[in-house]
């Protein structure tokens, strides 16, 4: 008995990072009469289900039922974030200053760290969240080789520029309606995604492990990253690509007349990957004002081992990197894509959405124009803002923190910004 709670116990968590909320729930509930272990851990389960669904009335009356295991770190994270979604700021603040003094649980630590940040952000006390941010990133963001990553690009758009266009080795079959959003995190993926995930004809599928399995694939098989391209056996790009239309398309039962929106993070970095293992695949890229994407990445709770993520000086790298070198990358590649600018995308969303259904061949559908309405659960940093109409609150941002940034990282940021207008930009198809 305690082994098929147990995997109902797994099951739940799958669900719950797929954003299955109901199907979470429903596993999670099965093991509440299991023992103490898996009870506890199906009480957690359940509320992070409700709460990252926004399904906020029904996580009160969950931590309502089961306040006798409130002291228990994960859940106390989780009331603690209930008190913010209700407004109960000060209550909220007390919870996660506790959680800091008694949790020994370095991941926990850090979620409490960075949602003390978002408190203080709010408040105005832009100081204290900066202080908090940096420091945490100082005790728990690891180091990440960024000058191998420049190296990659750089490699592969310098190879692009001199033949015009990349001979790598490609699998034996296009793809159909199969699309990726590409950009920076904290540029407006979540935003895009959810308003092209409100057309008919479009699944957002979020984000996924299989484009990095991709690329190690390529390295693996053709003894090098990024020249392995040249060398990676077709049959290894096939199997590739038949995994990934089995455990992206079809696991989350895309139609065959639907196109799939992947935005997983890793393309934005190296497409080579994807034009390999799905050749005729297409992209959407959005591209952000570099000073509010550095001040929100360095403020927000990343994965941790993106050491680039602790810095304005690796921030601004990366973003410089991605910036010079993908585009040319996607220009010898051939791929199809567009260019969008958040920016534009929140002041004139018609406009941008219509450039990016233009991509997919498809027309504009009014709903694309209120995604707040989408009931579809984001599973990233932003599903609460996604829940909320278009807005431009986040724009200019930056300036409430350029009084702790250096003066060199507030103009390299700027200089980012250089070769990038407002407006949206135009569609890339090749001849």
């Not at 994960?74 to 949790?103: C, H, N, P, T």
């Not at 793809?175 to 993926?189: D, H, I, K, Y």
């Not at 894509?337 to 004139?348: G, T």
């Amino acid at each position: 008995m305690e082994s098929l709670d147990r995997q109902k116990l797994e099951g739940a968590v799958r669900s719950y990072r797929a954003g299955l909320t109901d199907d979470a729930l429903e596993m999670a509930r099965d093991c509440l009469d299991g023992n103490e272990d898996i009870r506890l851990n199906a009480i957690v389960v359940i509320g992070e289900s409700l709460l990252v669904a926004g399904r906020i009335d029904e996580l009160g009356e969950h931590l309502e039922r089961f306040q006798e295991y409130r002291h228990d770190p994960r859940l106390e994270l989780v009331s603690a974030r209930y008190s913010l979604r209700i407004g109960l700021i000060d209550i909220a603040r007390d919870q996660l200053f506790r959680l800091l003094a008694e949790s020994s649980d370095r991941r926990l630590i850090r979620s409490a760290s960075f949602d003390l940040v978002g408190i203080f952000d709010r408040e105005g006390d832009y100081s204290t969240a900066w202080r908090i941010a940096t420091e945490e990133h100082a005790r728990s963001t690891r180091e990440y080789p960024i000058d191998l990553l420049e190296k990659a690009l750089a490699v592969t758009a310098s190879a692009a520029e001199k033949a015009g266009r990349l001979n790598v080795r490609r699998a034996t079959r296009d793809v159909e309606r199969t699309a990726f959003l590409a950009g920076v995190p904290r540029s407006g993926t979540s935003l895009l995604e959810q308003m092209l995930d409100r057309h008919t004809r479009i699944d957002g599928i979020g984000e996924n492990s299989i484009p990095g399995n991709m690329a190690d694939a390529i390295a693996a098989d053709g003894r090098a990253w990024p020249s392995g391209a040249q060398a990676v056996p077709s049959h290894v790009l096939d199997h590739w690509q038949k995994r990934y239309h089995t455990m992206v398309r079809e696991s989350n039962g895309v139609p065959l007349e639907c196109w799939s929106i992947d935005k997983t993070v890793f393309p934005m970095f190296q497409p080579l990957a994807v034009a390999c293992v799905l050749p005729g695949a297409r992209v959407v890229r959005i591209v952000r004002d570099a000073r509010d994407t550095a001040v929100s990445l360095l403020l927000s709770n990343m994965d941790p081992s993106w050491g680039w993520t602790s810095s304005m000086e690796t921030i601004y790298r990366l973003i410089a990197a991605e910036r010079a070198f993908v585009k040319p990358i996607m220009a010898g590649l051939g791929i199809e894509n567009v260019e969008v600018r958040y920016e534009r995308l929140v002041e004139n969303p018609q406009e941008s959405i219509e450039l990016v259904l233009g991509l997919l061949d498809l027309d504009l559908e009014d709903a694309c124009l209120r995604p707040h309405e989408n009931p579809r659960v984001v599973m990233t940093l932003s599903n609460e803002q996604v829940r909320k109409p278009i807005n431009r609150q986040a724009i200019g941002r930056w300036k409430n923190y350029a009084p702790f940034m250096s003066e060199t990282a507030l103009k390299n940021l700027e200089m980012a910004n250089g070769s990038h207008d407002d407006s949206a930009v135009e569609a890339h198809r090749p001849a």
